[in-house]
């Protein structure tokens, strides 16, 4: 990050008034919400209140006033660096977890109730190593998953059950996470509701910031490793073994991340993909012709599907369901514009706004999938829902195409029909789509 000047500039701050607003507008909420797992009845109250929509327009009126580079906003009782430019934005994720790190105080004690040796914790050549294995089992440099074929029959299961229901939320969750079940551990933890439920208590207690494990910590890794004893070879846990480790890698607690990011971030993505398509015929239409020409049951056939893979990146651009993260620096930085950030400080990146800015984006409040595909939103630093940069979540790949299956299995049987909201393609989305706000029938094609 080159040799830092002491002299060097600061960046501008953000007056005590804003710090205050942008502490009970986005910080708070954030709290409330709960940042490991979310709570029903605030998530329903936020969404009313269109919390998310005031937290963007503050932080629009303050990029305007202090930008076009990062300033210093005051969260609670420190300050932290905003982050708002894409350019600055890839300089500082392009230097994670060194200088970096990503294991801010109260990501660490939180995640210590139930996955205190995570990846995105980690440091130095202990990140290294678990970043390794986890690329390793999840393929993540790969095109396809060399398990693809087998995570595409449990896909079109999941799918057929839904589609003959109505598709709730409640109900949506509850089959991503026996989906989960069987990718990592295979079709006999299908219906091992107890594991995914422990996982939920032990998230729950994260989100009061305990700084060590929950009481089910050392009982909930002894079952994933009784998982790992004989694995199924469609899951995979059959991959671990083979898997480059280290002293500070337990496959065990490194798998725990994979259960909640597969069971709860991607369902609740699936299923809003799910609801803006059922609201928005032209897109839906774009979807079904490419279909029309791909093998669905195969791994490549669903790999072909670019643009549906588009529709799961707009529903997570759109309604991020990470609002906002953080880096902190481990020494002090020299930033491209000669401005220091010093050890200890704290970055922060505000996806809402992020994601949505209506200076950079033209698309900004529209369901628009092609550009993931012809556009280049792909490459747009701005858009970071599974973050990017070396610290790119390595399931990202591996998320997508399980979200693509999913979605070609369910449109495949029948026109999604969504009631409980309305998503008007001729006028800018809502900044909030609460997933117990609505529902989906799957009208079965004529």
């Known amino acids: 990050m080159g040799v830092v000047d002491p002299v060097a500039e600061d960046f501008p701050h953000a007056s005590v008034l804003e710090g205050i607003r942008f502490t009970a507008q986005i910080g708070a909420p954030n709290v409330i919400l709960g940042l490991f797992t979310k709570r029903e009845l605030p998530s329903r109250v936020a969404a009313t209140l269109g919390t998310d929509y005031l937290g963007y327009r503050l932080v629009e009126g303050m990029v305007r006033s202090y930008g076009p580079g990062p300033f210093y906003v005051r969260v609670a009782r420190d300050e932290a660096l905003l982050l708002h430019n894409p ?14 790190a990503s294991d801010l105080e109260p990501k660490r004690k939180g995640m210590a109730a139930f996955q205190p040796d995570a990846l995105t914790i980690s440091r130095g050549e202990i990140w290294a190593d678990r970043r390794k294995f986890a690329e390793y089992v999840l393929d993540s440099t790969k095109p396809l998953h060399r398990l693809a074929q087998a995570f595409v029959n449990v896909a079109k299961e999941t799918a057929e059950q839904l589609a003959t229901e109505t598709i709730r939320w409640q109900n949506f969750n509850a089959a991503f996470q026996r989906l989960t079940r069987r990718v990592v551990f295979g079709d006999r933890a299908a219906d091992d509701t107890q594991l995914t439920e422990t996982l939920i208590d032990m998230m729950s207690a994260g989100n009061k910031l305990p700084g060590e494990p929950a009481p089910e910590d050392a009982e909930f890794i002894q079952r994933i490793e009784g ?6 070879p469609n899951s995979l846990a059959s991959l671990v073994a083979s898997a480059p480790t280290a002293p500070d890698v337990k496959p065990a607690t490194q798998m725990v991340h994979w259960l909640f990011a597969m069971g709860d971030t991607l369902a609740v993505n699936v299923f ?4 803006v398509l059922g609201t928005h015929g032209e897109q839906r239409h774009e979807v079904e012709v490419e279909m029309a020409n791909k093998d669905i049951g195969s791994p490549k056939g669903i790999a ?10 707009e ?13 902190v620096a481990i020494r002090d930085v020299q930033f491209p514009s000669g401005a220091v950030l010093p050890e200890g400080r704290q970055v922060l990146i505000y996806n809402v706004f992020n994601h949505r800015n209506r200076d950079r984006i033209p698309y900004a409040d529209k369901f628009s999938p092609g550009e993931w595909v012809s556009g280049d939103a792909g490459s747009n630093w701005s858009f970071n829902f599974m973050s990017h940069g070396t610290q790119v979540c390595p399931g990202y790949g591996l998320s997508i195409f399980l979200g693509q299956a999913v979605l070609a299995h369910l449109i495949d049987r029948g026109t999604p029909e969504v009631s409980g909201t309305r998503l008007d393609p001729t006028k800018p989305l809502p900044y909030s789509l609460d997933p117990y706000g609505f529902r989906v029938d799957m009208k079965p094609l004529s």
Do not use: Q
């Not at 998982?227 to 199924?232: I, K, S």
């Open 315 to 327: 529903a997570m651009r759109l309604w991020p369901a990470t609002t906002m993260f953080g880096r």
């Open 304 to 313: 072909g599907l670019e643009y549906l893979a588009g529709c799961v990146s």
């Open 87 to 100: 350019d600055d934005i890839k300089f500082v994720l392009n230097g994670s977890p060194d200088p970096f």
């Open 227 to 232: 998982d790992l004893v004989h694995p199924d």
């Open 272 to 275: 809003r993909a799910l609801g």
